[in-house]
């Protein structure tokens, strides 16, 4: 792509690697550790260089709220807002639907079914806090690594996931929690959908 840097071609391949692999952009302090840049600061700057130049769009109040313009926008969409909720109910059902909100489908790599806010702190250490906005996917489909949302015998999580033959780890991004094991031989267990992007309210 003409007029870039050598550094904001860097920056824009690693935004475009790491929602091809997760489908979420990176945070500024991933960005440091894939560049070996010594300051947020500094991709900060490169970030803002390439929003001026009309390649990238940063949304305010989100740590991963930054989306690839190599597409004309769509029309806004009103999507359903939910929270975790207990097994045995729905994920989608009426009475879980808190609200739902507006937003332009460009920003996130696939379809955006509903959000999922966030309970609790186990997923802190990769940047998803308690309210914040996940956009799910609604599918049975994952790949070992994908941040997706489980219906348990006991409840619904947001974890990583991982499945070896009959067995699944559900693994969270907080070392202060335990990983969670389940055994589809004697547990049940269903994948509900897949983490496509994160929206930060505040």
Avoid: W
């Avoid at 390649?55 to 769509?74: E, L, M, T």
């Avoid at 507006?102 to 802190?124: C, T």
């Amino acid at each position: 792509m003409k007029d870039l840097t050598a550094q904001q071609s860097k920056v824009l391949n690693c935004i475009e690697e790491s929602i091809n692999k997760t489908g979420f952009p990176p945070t500024r302090a991933e960005i440091c550790q894939k560049l070996g840049f010594k300051s947020p600061n500094a991709a900060e700057s490169h970030l803002r260089a390439l929003e001026k130049k009309d390649i990238i769009s940063i949304a305010g109040g989100s740590s991963r709220g930054i989306s690839i313009k190599n597409k004309k926008s769509s029309s806004d969409g009103s999507v359903p807002v939910i929270g975790l909720v207990a097994a045995g109910s729905a994920t989608l059902a009426s009475e879980n639907i808190e609200r739902e909100i507006n937003v332009d489908p460009s920003l996130f790599s696939r379809n955006v079914d509903y959000f999922l806010k966030v309970k609790g702190l186990s997923m802190i250490e990769d940047g998803i806090y308690e309210d914040d906005l996940v956009a799910i996917h609604k599918t049975n489909d994952f790949k070992n690594g994908d941040l997706a949302v489980v219906r348990t015998e006991d409840d619904v999580t947001l974890k990583y996931i991982f499945k070896e033959n009959h067995k699944l780890l559900l693994k969270p991004a907080n070392k202060d929690f335990d990983p969670i094991h389940i055994d589809l031989k004697n547990e049940s267990a269903e994948v509900e959908g897949i983490g496509v992007g994160l929206i930060r309210k505040n």
